[in-house]
């Protein structure tokens, strides 16, 4: 069994930047994707990024050029904020990228205008 814990998260400006972190806890296979979710209210969870196995990104064409995911340390690095990109930013990971098996209990990041 393996357990996510976000951190980082909180308010900040259009244009800010915040990095989140994700804690893994219990033992993890080598061939799980790590990623990032978001909910914003009243809307679906959305992909925002991944890093596989061989450590190949992908990015949501909405954060390209502004998010940054690093498999040191598991962060992501979100710079050029906008009110948009507020939701709930979940951890996740499994052997699917796009539908990953555990996910952690999410962190808020509030961008205001």
């Known amino acids: 069994q393996v357990r996510l814990e976000e951190s980082g998260g909180g308010s900040v400006q259009a244009g800010g930047s915040l990095r989140l972190s994700c804690g893994i806890f219990?033992?993890?296979?080598?061939?799980?994707?790590m990623g990032w979710f978001r909910q914003a209210p009243g809307k679906e969870r959305e992909f925002v990024s991944s890093i596989d196995s061989v450590d190949n990104t992908q990015y949501a064409d909405s954060v390209k050029g502004r998010f940054t995911f690093s498999r040191n340390g598991l962060y992501l690095q979100m710079n050029s904020l906008k009110p948009e990109d507020t939701g709930m930013y979940y951890c996740t990971t499994g052997y699917d990228c796009r539908s990953p098996r555990f996910w952690g209990q999410g962190t808020q990041v509030t961008v205001s205008s």
């Open positions: 219990g033992v993890m296979s080598s061939g799980y994707c």
